[in-house]
């Protein structure tokens, strides 16, 4: 198993550029999170999903879009890319039982110039 | 609304000494809590949860309602033990999680 792997590891981004995203998870866990870790910050919830098809925003969704149009991926995407956004991006997901650990990517480190 | 509360940005500690990382939350329901920990070039990972009641790498943590905060400690640390320490709480609908900021622990020889 792979686990929860994120597409792309590095990205350079000019303000105003689009971009998306990908992170695959290959448990069939129901809930996918997307964070973003800034220093000082630590990690904030930007959106999430209960469910194949289902969306729901975090803490920090301004600027960002997602989409779970299949169980095993969740994308995010920046319509518009601002130096605000560089980031480390985090996914994650679990399943549904009780047990309520989160299973984290490698992150993704997004520059934005 | 729902906070976590991590006062140290850095604590080092000399390997052997006692290590005691400071949690507190804020959160009108009931709380679930969890130490999360992202070793050098890894992954961010489950430490512990409170509801186990478990004892992982030597760490243990205990929820205190009444102080509100759910500190972690260990008493020997390990050069290993270096990383970053975050806290984290179980917030309402989607099993959503709300982190401190982190602590990173240097453990020093």
């Known amino acids: 198993n792979a686990g929860v792997t994120q597409t792309p590891k590095f990205r350079v981004l000019k303000t105003g550029q689009s971009m998306t995203l990908l992170c695959a998870q290959d448990m069939n866990h129901e809930y996918m999170y997307w964070y973003r870790q800034d220093p000082g910050m630590g990690l904030r919830l930007i959106h999430y999903s209960v469910g194949e098809g289902t969306t729901a925003k975090g803490e920090v969704p301004d600027g960002y879009n997602v989409s779970r149009l299949k169980k095993q991926n969740f994308l995010l995407g920046l319509e518009s890319a601002a130096p605000s956004q560089t980031s480390v991006y985090f996914c994650?997901?679990?399943?549904?039982?009780?047990?309520?650990?989160?299973?984290f990517g490698p992150g993704t480190r997004l520059t934005v110039l | 609304a729902q906070r976590v509360t991590q006062p140290e940005k850095l604590l080092s500690v000399f390997k052997g000494a006692p290590v005691e990382l400071k949690c507190n939350y804020s959160y009108s329901g009931s709380p679930e809590l969890f130490w999360y920990v992202q070793y050098s070039r890894q992954r961010l990972q489950l430490l512990l949860r409170h509801i186990s009641r478990e004892s992982i790498k030597g760490f243990t943590a205990d929820l205190n309602k009444g102080e509100t905060s759910f500190h972690l400690k260990k008493p020997f640390a390990q050069e290993e033990d270096s990383a970053m320490y975050y806290c984290a709480l179980r917030t309402g609908g989607g099993n959503k999680l709300t982190f401190g900021t982190g602590t990173q622990l240097k453990v020093e020889l």
């Open positions: 994650a997901s679990r399943d549904g039982t009780s047990v309520n650990e989160q299973f």
